[in-house]
């Protein structure tokens, strides 16, 4: 059974950092894409960021470009975000996912 699970999300002040994680389970074939979202209060879903399975290949939206850094642990089955400067508006929640499959979140709020 495929599975996603998000932590790390927290209450963080403004140009602080987080971390987060993602624990998937049950991938039985090769996934070419793992991706998070976030969904800010009210608002839909946004794409943040990609990483590539085969060669490791990264992408981001230009909100977060130069802030976040997605990477992937592949022996641990464990996918990352690293947000650095985050703003306000980065309060989300964030998810993995890949291909049709999504966690259930980890709510950022950041705040002062």
């Known amino acids: 059974q495929v599975q996603l699970v998000e932590s790390g999300g927290d209450l963080v002040q403004p140009g602080g950092s987080l971390r987060l994680s993602c624990a998937y389970t049950g991938f039985t074939r090769n996934t070419n894409v793992w991706t998070w979202v976030r969904q800010a209060p009210g608002k839909g879903l946004e794409w943040v960021s990609d990483i590539y399975s085969g060669n490791g290949g990264t992408a981001y939206a230009d909100s977060v470009k130069g802030r976040f850094t997605i990477s992937r642990d592949n022996a641990k089955n464990m996918l990352y975000l690293q947000m650095n400067s985050l703003k306000p508006e980065d309060t989300a929640v964030y998810y993995c996912?890949?291909?049709?499959?999504r966690g259930k979140g980890t709510l950022v709020t950041v705040s002062s």
């Open positions: 996912q890949s291909g049709s499959f």
